[in-house]
């Protein structure tokens, strides 16, 4: 779960400016009858499926299957998009700051444009069908749902996800299906054309997920991401707290039935001892699948507790990795790891992007898994094996204060792609940001330790710098990729934090019990609790040098980056910070065959459009909060549109809202 971007990331009112291969023991669970239906599933899926669809496509939450977010859609191109306008626009009214009865929302969901509609889920969990052309609601479905932040310090969605049936029977209803979670682990059923529950899957359209919730279940197993869906198989997974305790939820993995809600399969990272004696290492976020390969590629998160791992120094070999699944079966194909004994939360945060790319004149369907560590891991999507070298290089040995610890004496580096920030040096302070605080971001950074990237957590002074840890790098919004030209577009944050451990006594008086977001967890069980900051001075200032974010993009042919640029602006106390500086982002981008990158995501709630080909801004354009899910592309009687959901993270700043604004080209 967006675990430690709860906790874990908190920029605070915001910064002013967030081995694999060979084949892996076989740790999926099935029934005979479970079997059965998979071979039937195979043989309904022999025909082979394209990986970049011929027709522009964005039914599901990155736009496609792939995780491209590309549209081949080029009527809005370079040379008009600074004509773009806002052709309609919606308030959901499903909104809250958490200055009432109701904790904050934070939106950040990707329209699905299917079926001659465009769907979209809410904080309050309701599902809105609507107009592609206008926005007028053609029907709306309300769960009912609690609104309670049972599992996170807010109201959360991610959207929805749709299936349609290949075969439809006539008359019949349910032959497309919207399907959502909620945060107590509900997943609804609604037929597409009408919002009426489906009756045929599981109970009368409602699937109790938690049910399965029989491992140290501390808390619901929270639907926050819409499922994955491949073929007739929703692929599910979900959001915890592994913050609060050392023992979790194993982050057990479900396919689902699409038409029945029945469980097919089920896979778990963790081996049986350790999920009994740890938990997580579930997939919070969205997946990726290569249908004609028959493969779903999991971003698998760190085991718990997030910051002590002294109760797992066993291998724990699918955690944190990108882990390669047999879609009809469960069964592990291949596993990277890309953190050891993780013990930053370094959870694999994207869904990975497949592309085919060519690479020393050879045709390679590859994998690129983006990271928070800032490391684009790039591997071949079949096997797993690198593209370019991945090395394992010697590490931090910690300073011996955190007892039980064993730490991993190498971590893997990838050589191509350079890492998106440079690690491999302390941070320099900021010099402004110092003077104005007189020395007080000099003076944090001699108490902080650091030896380097990987630096364990530890008890002493105000504990370990990491540049980044949770909030930085790459997050959920992922990597876009244009096939054409071969080119990779991702936004990446640069964000200092710091952690400190504490012993069980020091926590109790040190932690100020302002909740998850505020920088204290508790790791109940552990021996140590823990405190992650962001590196601010008495003003809110970063105590790094600028630019806090920024746009990157990769050709993939050579590994090598064409050009980068900061990306947006920060804002704080109602001023905004020059655009040199950038900004932090949550939210990823799309791209289009009309050689334009759009992106929200920004601290200012600016919508952008970038040039693919030089990284000039081209369009721009203020909504009510920060975008932060990625935009949708899409074509809906021969005209193209954009549609960006302003919905706001208090990750990224205090700031909310319950916009969808929808942009074309003037008539």
């Not at 105590?543 to 980056?561: K, N, Q, S, Y």
Request: proline share 8%.
């Amino acid at each position: 779960m967006p675990t430690l971007i709860t906790t874990k990331q908190r920029l605070g009112t915001a910064t002013a400016l967030a081995i694999c291969l060979a084949p892996m023991p076989l740790l999926a669970q099935e029934e005979p009858e479970e079997q059965e239906n998979a071979a039937q599933q195979a043989e309904v899926s022999a025909t082979p499926i394209p990986l970049v669809p011929s027709e522009p496509t964005w039914d599901s939450f990155h736009g496609q299957l792939n995780a491209q977010k590309y549209s081949p859609l080029d009527q809005i191109n370079t040379d008009n998009v600074g004509e773009l306008e806002k052709v309609w626009e919606v308030h959901t009214g499903d909104v809250a700051d958490g200055s009432g009865d109701l904790p904050a929302t934070v939106w950040s969901a990707t329209p699905v444009f299917a079926n001659e509609t465009l769907y979209i889920g809410t904080p309050f969990y309701r599902i809105l069908a609507l107009d592609p052309a206008n926005g007028e609601e053609k029907w709306s479905f309300d769960t009912q749902s609690s609104l309670e932040a049972l599992t996170q310090p807010a109201l959360k969605n991610r959207g929805v996800a749709y299936w349609e049936a290949e075969d439809p029977e006539a008359g019949e209803r349910c032959q497309k299906i919207i399907y959502m979670g909620t945060m107590d682990a509900q997943l609804f059923a609604v037929d597409a054309d009408s919002g009426e529950q489906c009756a045929n899957f599981a109970n009368n359209g409602v699937l109790d997920v938690n049910q399965w919730n029989d491992t140290n279940d501390r808390w619901p197993l929270s639907l926050l991401q819409p499922p994955t869906v491949v073929g007739d198989h929703l692929i599910l997974g979900w959001a915890g707290m592994d913050w609060a305790y050392e023992q979790a939820p194993p982050g057990t993995v479900y396919s689902i039935n699409a038409r029945t809600g029945e469980r097919e399969w089920t896979f778990q990272a963790l081996s049986d001892e350790m999920r009994e004696q740890s938990g997580t290492a579930n997939i919070w976020t969205h997946m990726s699948a290569d249908e004609e390969r028959g493969l779903v590629y999991l971003p698998v998160s760190s085991p718990s507790p997030n910051y002590w791992g002294g109760n797992r120094t066993e291998e724990v070999p699918l955690g944190t990795s990108t882990t390669a699944l047999d879609i009809e079966t469960g069964e592990v194909v291949w596993s990277r790891q890309w953190v050891h004994h993780d013990i930053w939360d370094y959870d694999t945060v994207a869904a990975p992007t497949l592309m085919d790319i060519t690479v020393d004149d050879e045709e390679i369907p590859a994998l690129l898994q983006a990271t928070k560590m800032g490391f684009l891991f790039v591997v071949n999507r079949e096997t797993g094996d690198d593209v370019w070298p991945i090395e394992e290089r010697p590490v931090p040995s910690g300073d011996g204060s955190v007892e039980g610890e064993v730490y991993a004496p190498t971590q893997p580096f990838p050589t191509k792609p350079a890492p998106l920030l440079d690690q491999s040096e302390k941070p320099d302070v900021w010099a402004l940001a110092d003077a104005v605080s007189f020395g007080e971001c000099s003076a944090l950074w001699n108490d902080l330790s650091y030896e380097g990237m990987y630096t364990p957590p530890t008890t002493q002074g105000e504990g370990t710098l990491g540049f980044p840890i949770s909030a930085g790098g790459v997050q959920w919004g992922g990597v876009a990729f244009a096939p054409e030209s071969q080119t990779a577009i991702v936004n990446t944050s640069h964000i200092v934090q710091y952690i400190k451990l504490y012993n069980r006594e020091d926590y109790e008086k040190a932690d100020s019990g302002s909740g998850n977001e505020s920088g204290f967890a508790p790791q109940e069980g552990a021996p140590y609790g823990m405190r992650l900051e962001v590196a601010l001075n008495r003003w809110g200032m970063p105590c790094w040098e600028p630019p806090f974010g920024e746009l990157v993009a990769l050709d993939m042919t050579t590994g090598d980056i064409k050009w980068r640029r900061p990306v947006g602006a920060s804002q704080q106390y109602g001023f905004f910070m020059p655009e040199s500086w950038g900004s932090p982002t949550i939210g990823g981008p799309a791209v289009t065959a009309g050689d334009v990158i759009f992106i929200g995501a920004s601290m200012d709630a600016k919508v952008r459009a970038y040039s693919l080909e030089t990284g000039e801004e081209l369009w721009s354009d203020q909504t009510e909060a920060p975008s932060v899910s990625n935009p949708a592309v899409y074509e809906y009687n021969g005209r193209q549109y954009v549609a960006f959901v302003s919905g706001g993270n208090t990750i990224l700043k205090d700031q909310v809202g319950d916009q969808i604004a929808v942009y074309a080209l003037p008539e």
